[in-house]
């Protein structure tokens, strides 16, 4: 009589009969093994909320195309569900069970501690179906078995082929050699000081080496060599370093500012980078070939789940997304 008037029972007693008036008028969930046809219905009060929990997460307006992408991945989230549930993947797995337990010991308020016994008033209850833990497991578990299903490591002319189509993404950034003279910000007018220096310099060619004595002392040498573009910013900046990407070599540019003050620039040199050699990057190209058949792999199983799904979206964006 003392359960009676806990708390707790009227709790779980209250949600038991929420899950079944839920299910009672959502689409039949499939049973074990079983693969049903209903449709993947998102009605617009869930796309308003998909909206704003992106606004929330990102602190920007969802555009048409986020709104789109949001629904797409909500159907393929929902697609490898359905597909994990009717392959079985949720039975005696030992993630789910674990957390199945788990949410049974809170809510049993320490009546049982027979993991058995808990585990199978979770399945009574629906919660290996209902879930959000337990259905985002599922999910990767199924997105995992899809993208790693009949793997097999590639022979060498498959990977050396892949790399050949894609050797330039592995090239090394371009070398750049300058000169600079700097003109400090504590001057009056550094900006108007350097430009005065390059029409000096424009008027009587002076090499690099002796020009720099008409500047400022600097902390970094005036004479920089062999850097990569993100080496540039990380010593001047990234505007600095933009300025530099297009100049042409052996002639002054600037004046060119940078988060010490202004500076004039001779280009020395410039070396391409060059992709490395094959063997070099084995591995790395190995990961992205592995990664991309895994892409293909996962894309054709969905591609094929939503054959066998109607699909009801209430969202204009989604609509018109996919008649353009």
Not at 236 to 250: E, I, T, V
Not at 284 to 297: D, K, M
């Amino acid at each position: 009589m003392r359960l009676l008037h806990a708390p707790l029972a009227h709790f779980v007693a209250g949600g038991g009969l929420l899950f079944l008036l839920v299910r009672a008028s959502g689409p039949p969930q499939p049973a074990y093994g079983e693969r049903t046809s209903a449709p993947i219905a998102i009605g617009a009060a869930e796309v308003a909320r998909m909206r704003e929990d992106y606004t929330r997460e990102s602190g920007l307006a969802a555009t048409p195309a986020d709104e789109a992408a949001l629904i797409d991945k909500a159907i393929e989230e929902e697609l490898l569900f359905r597909e994990a549930l009717a392959r079985g993947l949720d039975r005696n797995d030992r993630s789910v069970r674990t957390w199945l337990v788990e949410q049974m010991e809170v809510l049993s308020d320490g009546e049982s501690t027979d993991p058995e016994h808990l585990y199978a008033r979770a399945l009574a209850l629906g919660l290996d179906r209902t879930d959000l833990v337990v259905r985002r497991i599922l999910v990767q578990k199924m997105r995992l078995l899809a993208e790693r299903v009949d793997e097999q490591p590639p022979d060498a002319a498959v990977l050396q082929a892949f790399y050949a189509v894609h050797r330039d993404d592995y090239r090394a950034p371009d070398r750049i050699s300058f000169w600079h003279v700097f003109f400090a910000s504590g001057r009056a007018a550094p900006a108007a000081d350097a430009a005065a220096q390059l029409a000096a310099l424009w008027a009587r060619p002076t090499g690099p080496r002796d020009a720099v004595r008409s500047g400022d002392s600097f902390s970094a040498p005036p004479r920089v060599v062999g850097q990569s573009p993100a080496q540039v910013a990380k010593l001047f900046g990234a505007g600095f370093a933009a300025a530099l990407q297009h100049a042409d070599a052996g002639a002054w540019l600037g004046p060119i500012a940078s988060a010490y003050g202004t500076h004039l620039v001779w280009i020395e040199a410039r070396v391409p980078g060059a992709p490395p050699p094959f063997e070099d990057v084995r591995g790395q190209v190995l990961e992205r070939w592995q990664s991309a058949q895994r892409a293909l792999r996962r894309n054709a199983l969905l591609r094929d789940l939503r054959t066998r799904y109607p699909l009801q979206v209430e969202s204009a964006a989604w609509q018109q997304r996919g008649q353009s």
